[in-house]
């Protein structure tokens, strides 16, 4: 039996994948596995049975991956599956930026009660003017899943779109509309575009990366949307450039205390994935990717750990998480040569200071002994 606990209201559709030997809910203690949204871990307390946290979703800045990783947990998350449903969402944030819709609608509000509801709105909606995005510029800085995305609508729009990522992978590059053009570093959408929206991951590189001074360098009246993380963007910062007419309006979806009530702020509460179809699609693949990891030790979209799929074929696989270091192959090998148990498959992949093995065998090993080799940081047998 596998308990999974639920930091967060998972999808039914996807929990529902769970078959008969899983224990899941909100209650559970000495899990095996975590199913997670947007909820923090960094203040919980992980218990040793712990073997992997799925995000049902992109960001995992609410996870400490650090210690995942010295704890030998795995992390996963879904990349890709929430990004129409944020693409929609930044395609209203484009619009509401620049038409004074919510200002408009809220105005229309203050009228009821009056005579002649019908002429007033007339006389003044002229203060609610806003201009199209047709033909305007677009930067996007983060060209994953979501900035591809969001570029490829842009353009579709009649917009004139720059992006710029220093990592961008081939798969997004391949999806990505040739109509891009490629800036080459972030001072090109800045000092170029009418419009920038920011998908990059929040990381110590990206952390208030729109400050003062590169708000200095942006277009007279820009119109800033947010919907990676809030602390991408130094938010005094930015009503700083509000109160100077520099920046037009900041689109969030991140609420922080000091601009949810602020004149050309709109913060939404963290609504980009909230659709059902998202909902469901992050829930469907993070589930399968924890049962495919406690089942066979199989690992698809890990944050912390390489990606090493391979299929069963014996009845015993020992699964290690260790130290990307010399020699730990060799070390298991003579261990089982010692206990004269066959080695029928061995898979061996790193990421970064980490590294994954998995032995597939018909005889069992002692555990123990692999345990207590230098830099093994998690042993576990599957049958
Ligand atoms: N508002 C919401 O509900 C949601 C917000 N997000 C946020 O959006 C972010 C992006 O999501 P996805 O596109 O799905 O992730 P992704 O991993 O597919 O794309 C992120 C892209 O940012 C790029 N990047 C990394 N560092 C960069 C830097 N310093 N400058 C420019 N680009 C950089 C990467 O190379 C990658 O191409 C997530 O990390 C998350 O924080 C994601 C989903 C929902
Ligand atoms: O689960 C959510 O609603 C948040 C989605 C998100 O921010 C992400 O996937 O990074």
Request: proline letters at 3%; one cysteine or more; glycine letters at 8%.
């Amino acid at each position: 039996m596998y308990k999974i606990k639920l930091m967060n209201k998972i999808s039914k559709v996807g929990t529902d994948l769970f078959g008969q030997q899983y224990q899941i809910g909100e209650d559970i203690e000495n899990e095996d596995g975590i199913l997670v949204r947007s909820a923090s871990l960094h203040d919980y307390q992980f218990p040793s049975t712990l073997l992997a946290i799925a995000r049902a979703g992109a960001g995992v800045n609410n996870i400490p991956i650090d210690q995942c990783s010295e704890q030998g947990i795995v992390v996963f998350n879904t990349p890709g599956a929430n990004a129409n449903a944020v693409k929609e969402l930044v395609l209203c944030a484009l619009f509401l930026s620049s038409r004074q819709i919510v200002e408009g609608i809220d105005w229309v509000k203050t009228l009821k009660g009056q005579e002649g509801v019908g002429k007033l709105v007339e006389k003044g909606k002229s203060q609610f003017v806003g201009p199209e995005i047709d033909g305007k510029k677009l930067g996007i800085i983060g060209l994953g899943a979501i900035g591809v995305h969001v570029a490829n609508a842009a353009i579709k729009l009649g917009m004139e779109v720059y992006g710029y990522d220093p990592y961008i992978s081939v798969d997004a590059a391949w999806g990505m509309s040739k109509w891009v053009k490629n800036a080459q570093n972030m001072d090109t959408i800045f000092s170029e575009c009418d419009y920038i929206t920011l998908h990059a991951p929040s990381t110590p590189e990206t952390k208030a990366m729109i400050n003062q001074e590169s708000i200095a360098k942006m277009k007279d009246g820009v119109r800033i949307i947010n919907f990676a993380r809030a602390d991408l963007v130094d938010s005094q910062a930015v009503l700083e450039g509000i109160q100077k007419g520099k920046i037009k309006k900041y689109i969030t979806d991140f609420a922080t205390e000091d601009i949810i009530d602020q004149k050309d702020v709109i913060v939404m509460p963290h609504l980009g994935a909230s659709t059902p179809e998202s909902e469901d699609n992050c829930a469907i693949m993070a589930v399968k990717e924890m049962q495919d990891y406690l089942e066979n030790g199989n690992i698809t979209h890990s944050v912390n750990l390489p990606s090493v799929h391979e299929p069963r074929t014996t009845k015993y696989r020992i699964c290690l998480i260790h130290k990307n270091v010399p020699n730990m192959l060799a070390q298991f090998a003579t261990l089982f040569a010692n206990k004269h148990i066959n080695i029928e498959n061995m898979v061996n992949k790193a990421k970064g200071e980490y590294a994954y093995t998995m032995i597939d065998t018909q005889d069992v090993v002692d555990c123990e002994e692999l345990k207590n080799l230098d830099h093994v940081i998690q042993v576990r047998v599957i049958e």
